[in-house]
T-cell receptor, first 112, second 112 residues
């Protein structure tokens, strides 16, 4: 079946460090892939997405590349800030009207 | 444009009671989906409604039910509450497809 696996958290980094949060997926066909972010006390917001192999999604300095050969969609940021502290969710959609399948979420803590 | 509005923000109930949560989607959005978020289980999909019809359903017992009205507003009901139902319940809305979800801030339900 379809599934998403994320690296366990929490991930703790110092400000300006390089960030990678790993995400791998299992799915039939060619799903769309997403990263959502949840700031404390809020609902989730779409951070970026990619709809086909080799696409790169990017937003707010974050990037993720859809790698079909490794079934991965790792989230990266070159220099994190304290304000990036949040929970990050990787998700996939099998097709446009199918419910998203979510990873467990990775809590990111950035220390000043 | 107003965002997704969930009411109430906090709710305290006792075991055996029933509860109704409300979600008002972004104007023009016809899809509303519901999620349960707990520290142990993460984000779990409950169900999704599109134009008043349940389109997708997760693996929750029949005590969890929902409906959608003609104005796209949705309600979720949980009957015979159990301690394990304590969670943050998130609602999300989207347009024609589920490829970008807009989340509300959630209803925090505590069952005592």
């Amino acid at each position: 079946g379809n599934s998403v696996t994320q690296m366990e958290g929490p991930v703790t980094l110092s400000e300006e460090a390089f960030l990678t949060i790993n995400c791998t997926y299992t799915a039939t066909g060619y799903p769309s892939l997403f990263w959502y972010v949840q700031y404390p006390g809020e609902g989730l917001q779409l951070l970026l997405k990619a709809t086909k192999a080799d696409d790169k999604g990017s937003n707010k300095g974050f990037e993720a590349t859809y790698r079909k050969e490794t079934t991965s969609f790792h989230l990266e940021k070159g220099s994190v800030q304290v304000s990036d502290s949040a929970v990050y969710f990787c998700a996939l959609a099998r097709d446009s009207n199918y419910q998203l399948i979510w990873g467990a979420g990775t809590k990111l803590i950035i220390k000043p | 444009k107003a965002g997704v509005t969930q009411t109430p923000r906090y709710l305290i109930k006792t075991r055996g009671q029933q509860v109704t949560l409300s979600c008002s989607p972004i104007s023009g959005h016809r899809s509303v989906s519901w999620y349960q978020q707990t520290p142990g289980q993460g984000l779990q999909f409950l169900f999704e409604y599109f134009s008043e019809t349940q389109r997708n359903k997760g693996n929750f017992p029949g005590r969890f039910s929902g409906r959608q009205f003609s104005n796209s507003r949705s309600e979720m009901n949980v009957s015979t509450l159990e301690l394990g139902d304590s969670a943050l319940y998130l609602c999300a809305s989207s347009g024609q497809t589920n490829e970008k979800l807009f989340f509300g801030s959630g209803t925090q339900l505590s069952v005592l």
